[in-house]
């Protein structure tokens, strides 16, 4: 089963987040030979420069051959003993570092066999099998226990074998089973063209994977009513009609709720799906809601609105530009003492998972400072009919000035 713990920037295959390095393994489920049979053969139809193919696995299994999986297990690094010995399975990968044709060094020989193990991972991970490579062990006790020729190089131990129990494993080990898995963003590692010019993938293509990949109720900002200081803030400004934008929509739970209160509803959102899923929403509940697709950051939409509604949108910015563009958009899309609600996380949530931007009252009142008058700011909660603890939020109303 995929594992929703890592944050994607674009949509992938299912596999790349099925494939994960799990330290929890059930030492009591052998692993039948035909599964690693296929794992193997995964591995043999890696690429490789020249076709060398120069990766050797040495495949050790508990229930078939204990003495040499013992052999494998005492050459690990202590800390990677504590959990790879529930493994059923351990199987050393080695790679070949000459040409076979002529002898010369193949400078790309551990680079093949690096490709091919991950192959074997992914089969794995397609079969329901956790896999888990190391490099923490000694080479030399495995070079000498099954008498490799010299030359070889031990590249890695990849522990495989059927997801176990997490409340089993030591208790250090336990949150990473569990904590979200995070990765450098592409731009810092891809670059555009040049060295140093970062490369960024579409702002829509990471959101279109969660609402592909998640079902909506499951999101944490998911809110099945209208969230309670919107609520509070409209009766407060005794607001009852008008054109309103819900800018970044997201499931369209606030825009269907803010038009059968008889609001004149846009509803837009830079994520396809969001938009359809806002949309089939408005139809189910027989309510008018206009939807678009739009980026906020390049928004097309004219307007003018009356108030703009942000849940969960502004503090996605960090970048300055952004920001700025942010700012000049909610600007030019509203009339003339115009309201913006704005909810963003707080900047005392410290929960590591939700957006980059977390704020205080001076900080809005900072971005907002040019072409915005700051009303108040509450501190609150982003309410989810998703998770039993919602992060601190600051609820936030503004006046085109
Ligand atoms: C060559 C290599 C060596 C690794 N060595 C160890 C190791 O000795 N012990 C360990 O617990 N994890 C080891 N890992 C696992 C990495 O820590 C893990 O792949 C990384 O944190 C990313 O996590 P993920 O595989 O769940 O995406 C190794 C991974 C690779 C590819
Ligand atoms: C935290 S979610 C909140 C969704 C919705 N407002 C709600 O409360 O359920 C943030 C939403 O902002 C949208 N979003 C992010 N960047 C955007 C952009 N540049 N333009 C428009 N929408 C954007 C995302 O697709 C996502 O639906």
């Not at 089969?123 to 010299?150: E, I, R, T, V, W």
């Amino acid at each position: 089963m995929a594992q929703q713990r890592m944050n994607v920037q674009a949509p992938v295959e299912r596999l790349f987040a099925e494939r994960w390095s799990s330290r929890a393994f059930d030492g009591e489920k052998p692993v039948a030979a035909e599964l690693i049979a296929s794992c193997l053969e995964a591995a043999r139809w890696a690429p490789s420069c020249f076709g060398e193919e120069p990766w050797h696995y040495i495949v050790t299994d508990r229930f078939a051959d204990k003495t040499n999986w013992d052999r494998v297990t005492t050459a690990l690094a202590p800390k990677n003993q504590l959990w790879a010995r529930h493994a059923p399975v351990l199987i050393v990968s080695v790679a070949e570092p000459a040409f076979s044709h002529n002898g010369k060094p193949n400078r790309w020989a551990e680079y093949d066999t690096g490709q091919a193990t991950i192959c074997l991972c992914l089969q794995a991970a397609a079969m329901g099998l956790a896999s888990h490579q190391m490099g923490g062990f000694n080479p030399d006790a495995l070079k000498h226990a099954f008498a490799l020729p010299d030359q070889m190089h031990v590249m890695s131990v990849v522990a495989m074998g059927y997801p176990g129990d997490v409340a089993r494993l030591d208790e250090g080990f336990q949150p990473m089973e569990t904590d979200a898995r995070t990765r450098k963003p592409l731009e810092t590692i891809v670059h555009n063209g040049q060295w140093n010019s970062p490369w960024r993938a579409p702002v829509n293509a990471g959101w279109e994977a969660r609402y592909q990949e998640t079902p909506v109720q499951q999101l944490p900002w998911f809110y099945r009513d209208l969230d309670a200081d919107f609520a509070q803030a409209l009766k407060a400004f005794d607001i009852a009609t008008g054109d309103v934008l819900d800018i970044g929509c997201g499931p369209g739970t606030q825009a269907v709720a803010l038009a059968k209160l008889g609001f004149n509803v846009t509803a837009s959102d830079v994520s396809q799906s969001a938009v359809t899923t806002t949309r089939q929403l408005a139809d189910t509940e027989n309510t008018p809601v206009e939807c678009h697709v739009d980026d906020v950051l390049d928004s097309k939409l004219t307007g003018p609105f009356d108030l703009i509604l942000d849940r969960g949108v502004f503090h996605c910015f960090t970048e300055p530009a952004d920001q700025q563009t942010y700012l000049a958009t909610v600007g030019r899309l509203l009339k003339p003492q115009g309201l913006l609600l704005l909810k963003c996380f707080h900047r005392d949530e410290i929960r590591e998972q939700g957006p980059p931007g977390r704020y205080g009252e001076e900080d809005i009142r900072h971005f907002f400072a040019d072409g915005f008058e700051l009303i108040e700011t509450r501190s609150t909660l982003f309410a989810s009919s998703a998770m039993d603890d919602p992060p601190k939020a600051l609820f936030c109303m503004l006046k085109k000035s």
